[in-house]
């Protein structure tokens, strides 16, 4: 699907523990003090019913009554349609208004996240996978967040929160290997790499420079 017209839209991507929540709402600060009027930080999944109820599967508090959670293909779908809504309802309004979307996580979190739990080592649940999401309004830029998955381990173990459906170790780094590939598999897309590691200052400014080398002119 084609970009927006208006407005920048702008994607926060990485395992969990990368960063991407600090960083979203680092950047949409950074952007308002720059003095963009229209800023709008956002994620997935969203606030919206679908995504609520995903939040509800991923911590454990929705169960089928065999106590299993849902396969990968029912969370694609769900993740699907929860993007659907968000982009209705949150992220083309604000292109639209000539404003600045940064979502936290968008199609490829599910590119890497239902792919890899998938099993079925990739391809095959890749192509699916992109052609549930074949309209979603494309980012003008995605920015991986790269952190070895032990630190990721580490920043997570500190939060003290119970882990969350896809946060085991092992699953941790095949989806590390996966983002350091994201772009073989969104071809056309822009996807800048960056080194997640260090300060949230230090992390911020680079990620600061692959937004502008997206949108300033040089
Ligand atoms: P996360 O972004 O870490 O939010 P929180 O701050 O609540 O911990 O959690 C979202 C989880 O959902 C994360 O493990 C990635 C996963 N996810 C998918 O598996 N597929 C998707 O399409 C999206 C958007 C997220």
Redesign the pocket.
Known sequence: MAQPVRGRFVVVEGI?GAG??TQTARLADRLRVDGLALVRAT???SEGPIGSM??QI??GRIVAPEGRAPGWAT??LL??A??VDHVESTIEPVLAAGGVVLS????A??L???SV?SGRGGDDAVEWIRSLNRHAVRPHITIVLDVAPDLAAARRESRG?PA????QNEVQRALALFYRNLAKHIPGDRIVIVDGTGSVETVHDRVYAAYQSAFIPR
Do not use: I, N
Request: net charge negative; no cysteine; glycine share 0%.
């Open positions: 969990d991407t929540t994620r997935e999944p995903v939040r991923l911590t969370m694609a993740f699907a929860d993007r936290d996580r968008y199609d979190s599910s890497a996240y239902q739990s929160e969350q459906l896809y946060e």
